[in-house]
């Protein structure tokens, strides 16, 4: 490892945001190509078929294939072997079937439907399944939203679907059929199809990271004291599209009231405070106190900058730097326990995670991985320090390894894109002095940019040349 940067505040420009970008859609050939890789996969599982299940929290797996989510509803979708694909609807998510973006039949399944719709039938829910073609199959896969690691279960055999469809399922089979945990066909952090994306499925998320930066930063020039939480929040909502966290805009201590949203507090000089928004493709999130400078700071955490902040800010640094293709999981965790140690700093969760149509798909990064980074990949810096009576360090975005071939495959086909990636890498390199790796594309503008005081817009942490 190099030796660690040294780190001081000092005057930057902002970095440049982009609005109003278009999106990118998904195309035939990339829907046809993640089918392919699915059927693969369970090819590979010897599945017979793979049962997907979605509702508007968990809809990912289920909208990589179909291109939406079931709004209001539950939903599943049962892929068999050879290709056929059946959609098991709820009544306000049948008109969505002809839109899906794969070749599919529908059943009508009310059950999933919302409290006192109309659940008319002629068929139990197990009967009604059967009509999917699950009927006489040996192994069937079931995909929720989980793949379990617990070291006191048989993981291959939880499951994360509501209990009256899981039960159902049984029902609808022979004794002989054995179902088994598939999630980790879309999101094993090692085999996963849903963890490699080409350069279609890049551009389209690079716009959801370019949203929640570029909201990010808009908010931090608006906080001033005398303004509520409101306020701020209304500014982290961005071209009417649909968060996929919490949004938090928090002053002084949060969850007053068990609340998690923004509310009529108002800001006060030398609060704590934090932000958060994501979107597909990338999240972005800030921490630090409301104030010019740190002799603002009430007594008891005046060394801030030199206790948490810097610390922090260092570990974001080596992340960035290390990071690259072919490293692995268990490098870029044990680096982080080095720059920033979690018996001191506290935090634990994975420091770093991939990032799809969900904030948190699933981590690579964990202690003693030896899972490599991949080109393709589309990462989230996601340290959380913890120290007594401070407020927290946060600067969260996102950015995607690319090697040689899929840079090429970017600056040919998404030019434009291509335009703000390399604006992005002459910010972070020129004017914060960490140096990145060619494979390292920054999606969000603001990656690595942190001011530590909210009411000094022109101070930012930053490596000495």
Known sequence: MTEPRRIVVKTLPQPQCWQSLPSVTLTDDTLQMRKANVLAAMEQ???????????????????????????????????????????????????????????????????????????????????????????????IGIAGWKVFTSEHDDNHHLFDLPGFILDALRQAVSPQCVLVNATDVFISPAHGVRIINNANELAHYEYGANLASTAILTALNAIEPGKTEKQIGALLAADGQANNVVMIAATGERFAHASLYPGDKVIERGDKFSLTTSFKGGLSSRAAYVVANESELA???????????????????????????????????????????????????????????????????????????????????????????????????????????LRDALKRDYPAMWSRIEARRDYVQRYLGIQLSEDVLPFSNTVGYLRPWLLDKTLALGCEA
């Not at 049962?51 to 068999?80: C, Q, S, W």
């Not at 002809?98 to 659940?119: D, G, K, Y």
């Not at 899972?371 to 969260?396: C, K």
């Open 299 to 405: 007594p008891a955490v005046a060394d801030y900058l030199d206790v948490v902040a810097i610390p922090y800010y260092r570990a974001v640094v080596g992340w960035l730097e290390h990071l690259r293709v072919g490293v692995t999981g268990g490098e870029i965790y044990q680096l982080i326990d080095t720059l920033l140690p979690k018996s001191e700093y506290h935090w634990h969760l994975n420091p770093g995670h991939l990032v799809a149509d969900e904030e948190w798909m699933c981590s690579p990064i964990m202690p003693h991985s030896s899972i490599p980074l991949a080109s393709g990949m589309v990462l989230q810096i996601d340290i959380i320090p913890s120290r007594a009576g401070y407020a927290g360090a946060s600067i969260e975005d996102t950015v995607a390894l690319a090697d040689k071939a």
């Open 45 to 139: 599982r010897a599945l017979d078929t793979l049962v997907v299940y979605a509702d508007k929290e968990h809809g990912a797996n289920f909208e990589y294939l179909t291109g939406f989510i079931p709004r209001f509803e539950e939903a599943l979708l049962v892929l068999h072997q050879n290709g056929d694909a059946v959609l098991v609807l709820g009544n306000e998510n049948l008109k969505l079937a002809a839109h899906a973006r794969i070749e599919n039949r529908v059943v009508h399944a009310p059950w999933f439907s919302l409290p006192n719709q109309p659940m008319t039938n002629t068929a139990s829910l197990p009967q009604t399944l059967r009509l999917a073609g699950i009927e006489g199959k040996q192994r």
